[in-house]
């Protein structure tokens, strides 16, 4: 036992275990009460982290789903970039093949009576079925480009003729708004507008369009040399040798060689110029005659 002093006599006398129990027991109401308090500061802290952790899985969510959105979108610009990127010519080339093999495929699936009915109506021969496959599709994409190259020609000669009244000054234009009837105050883009319309219906396209032929065929022919063309000439039942043209050219040459130029007239001495015809009145048109021989002269001698 441990004698305390100060205290009273009951307490005095105190076991040396008690005290230390005592102590123990203030230890560990310390260590709990830290501990508590070590706890609270704890579950506070978490749930800030996990309402952290919670926003930041949300915000991912939220890119997760905005991302295919996103990628979708740059991929459809990136298919727009390389759409613009390919020029026409090779866009209708890619259009043009994949056309022809899905043809092909349509043809091999059909029956070998209806393949030869169908080369048959094209003016094309039948043989084997491959082969016969190849010149339908040929025929076909002929016939496409064709109609791509006739549009391409339409369109041209329109936009010509457009162009071709832009050009016009407006006094200009004027006419030939009336000329085809137009009439009222209107500006130079309505002008070009009516007479396009009408040009139209006149069948202004159509004209235009012989006339562009015909001048292809002009160049076409003037390409080839002397052999060929009288050839052809000789097939189709033309003669070369047409009078007309003939003697247009025999002039044409004389007058290179100058046998239709003027012919020089020697010129009188100045004395006889000058002396008088005595008896005899001039005639006005001997006095002109004679005038003009004397003007060329002088105009030679320039």
Not at 16 to 39: C, D, E, N, P, Y
Not at 252 to 267: H, Q, S, V
């Amino acid at each position: 036992a441990q004698v305390i002093k100060g205290a009273p006599s009951s307490f005095r006398t105190f076991p040396l275990h008690h005290a230390m129990a005592i102590q123990k027991r203030k230890a560990v109401t310390k260590v709990s009460a830290a501990g508590s308090s070590f706890k609270r500061g704890a579950t506070a802290a978490l749930k800030k982290e996990l309402k952290a952790a919670e926003k930041e899985q949300d915000e991912q969510e939220v890119e997760k789903t905005e991302e295919p959105e996103d990628e979708e979108e740059a991929n459809d610009e990136e298919d727009q970039e390389e759409e613009e990127d390919i020029s026409e010519e090779d866009r209708v080339a890619q259009e043009e093949e994949q056309l022809q093999v899905a043809r092909k495929k349509e043809l091999r699936a059909i029956y070998i009576d209806e393949l030869k009915q169908m080369a048959t109506s094209k003016g094309l021969e039948t043989c084997k079925k491959d082969d016969m496959i190849e010149a339908v599709v040929a025929f076909e994409a002929k016939e496409r480009a064709d109609a791509r190259a006739h549009k391409a020609k339409l369109r041209a000669v329109v936009v010509s003729k457009k162009e071709e009244l832009k050009a016009l000054p407006l006094p200009e234009l004027r006419d030939v708004c009336n000329d085809y009837g137009i009439k009222g105050q209107l500006t130079k883009p309505a002008r070009i507008e009516q007479i396009l319309k009408l040009w139209q219906q006149a069948d202004g396209v159509d004209k235009a369009l012989a006339t562009m032929a015909c001048d292809e065929r002009e160049q076409e022919l003037l390409g080839m040399d002397k052999v060929a063309l009288r050839r052809l000439c000789e097939k189709v039942g033309v003669d070369p040798l047409v009078k007309q043209v003939m003697v247009e050219r025999l002039v044409r040459t004389e007058n290179t060689a100058g046998k239709f130029a003027r012919p020089t007239i020697a010129p009188e001495s100045t004395e006889e110029q000058e002396k008088p015809k005595k008896g005899k009145k001039a005639d006005m048109v001997d006095a002109l005659l004679e005038n003009e021989s004397r003007r060329k002269q002088e105009l030679e001698l320039k």
